[in-house]
């Protein structure tokens, strides 16, 4: 287990739950701003992306109610992306989700979601920054990232390129503004 929050729960991706991400990212609606409608997922490409990669995420299964409804993972920017984006040397976290069980949209779980992942990321792992990049026209989740004290830092332009055509992003950024101890 990752962290729990009350209802709310995140554990680390586990084999069993190939089935489920193989399930969501072949839904077209989930699709629509994860990945894309014309890139669907079955068990294999699941499989491959998520278990059989060496990347540097944290890899986790989001629960609602002890029921796996979303994936999101976390990771540390790298100095290069750093840079990129004209950060300084603190330490600064990404993340990426969405919720699968559509049926989970539009109940205030995905502004729960970031709210205790940010809390986790800066209280646990000492981040100083929490970033992602929603494509603009993503205004459900940017309306959930705002709620939970995001901001828009800037707009990258064609910065994903989704079902074809690259899209326009934003880089919002939490910045923990407690004291230095």
């Known amino acids: 287990m990752v962290y729990q929050h009350g209802q709310l ?5 586990g084999e069993r739950d190939i089935p489920l991400l193989a399930k969501w990212l072949s839904d077209p609606a989930v699709l629509e701003f994860y990945e894309g409608r014309d890139n669907p997922f079955d068990y294999d490409k699941a499989k491959k ?6 990347d540097e995420e944290t890899k986790c299964i989001i629960e609602y109610v002890h029921r796996p409804i979303g994936y999101i993972q976390f990771y540390e920017l790298d100095e290069v992306t750093k840079r990129k984006y004209g950060f300084g040397q603190e330490l600064i976290y990404g993340i990426d989700q969405f919720i ?7 109940k205030g779980i995905g502004t729960l979601l970031v709210n205790s992942m940010t809390s986790y990321l800066i209280k646990e792992k000492r981040a100083k920054r929490v970033i992602m990049d929603p494509q603009a026209r993503n205004l459900r989740a940017i309306r ?14 064609a910065h994903e ?3 074809g055509v690259y899209q326009d992003c934003w880089l919002m950024e939490y910045r923990d503004m407690r004291p230095e101890k």
């Not at 729960?9 to 991706?13: H, N, T, Y």
């Not at 699968?100 to 539009?106: A, K, L």
């Open 9 to 13: 729960s995140v554990r680390i991706l």
């Open 161 to 163: 390129l989704h079902e």
């Open 49 to 54: 992306v998520f278990m059989d990669s060496d």
């Open 144 to 157: 959930c990232y705002e709620k939970s004290g995001f901001r828009k830092v800037s707009k990258l332009l």
């Open 100 to 106: 699968g069980e559509v049926e989970y949209w539009n």
